[in-house]
């Protein structure tokens, strides 16, 4: 499995945009990047995924580099309610099953 | 569209025993997949079941098992339970896209 780094924890102030930085460096040439946030007390929700191209969705943009070492989950104005821990995720395509490993994440912290 | 649920939300049991946990999977999903959470740890991945067959196992004892029914529900088992596994279980299920819905989990607490 492909070893990932990212900050124990971050703040932002409401409605600014927030980068979370991964460092993965090991992941394999088919390995897609995922993107899952857990909020307070909930079970863990997906937010984004890619491969190589930057991709966006309602929720947030993720920012791929051209060697594919380390990836940025951008939301663009954050709200109190994306306070949660964001976890950078490299996995095999979901064909051959779906195994998480989640690491530590990013704690982060939204204040008003 | 019902999501992952997971039952029973809160379970105490003593050292020694065992206990059965159930995931009822979103309709139309056939992967359904089991995490331990426990604040030391983490989210660790303990095993993923496909059309009834374990598909992707965690570096778990024996002591954990699963099995999937033909209508996709999993219900996973903790045999000779021991203080350490006191944890919140999530199960996910995946319907052959890149996401997996999680459920609410099963806070299992050993004393």
């Known amino acids: 499995d492909a070893k990932t780094t990212q900050p124990n924890s971050m703040e932002s102030n409401e409605e600014e945009p927030v980068h979370l930085p991964c460092n993965h460096s090991?992941?394999?040439?088919?390995?897609?990047i995922h993107w899952y946030r857990q909020l307070p007390s909930q079970g863990p929700e997906y937010v984004i995924h890619?491969?190589?191209s930057n991709v966006n969705n309602r929720m947030a943009s993720l920012a791929i580099a051209e060697d594919r070492k380390s990836s940025t989950l951008i939301l663009h104005r954050a709200t109190l309610r994306d306070a949660a821990v964001y976890y950078c995720i490299p996995m095999a395509n979901s064909n051959s099953g779906y195994a998480l490993n989640f690491g530590k994440g990013t704690s982060l912290l939204v204040t008003p | 569209k019902a999501g992952v649920t997971q039952t029973p939300r809160y379970l105490i049991k003593t050292r020694g025993q065992q206990v059965t946990l159930s995931c009822s999977p979103i309709?139309?999903?056939?992967?359904v997949s089991w995490y331990q959470q426990t604040p030391g740890q983490g989210l660790q991945f303990l095993f993923e079941y496909f059309s009834e067959t374990q598909r992707n196992k965690g570096n778990f004892p024996g002591r954990f098992s699963g099995r999937q029914f033909s209508n996709s529900r999993s219900e996973m088992n903790v045999s000779t339970l021991e203080l350490g596994d006191s944890a919140l279980y999530l199960c996910?299920?995946?319907?052959?896209?890149?996401?997996?819905?999680f459920g609410q989990g099963t806070r299992l607490t050993v004393v």
């Open positions: 996910a299920s995946s319907g052959g896209t890149q996401e997996a819905f």
């Open positions: 890619g491969l190589t």
């Open positions: 309709s139309g999903h056939r992967s």
């Open positions: 090991t992941i394999s040439g088919t390995d897609y």
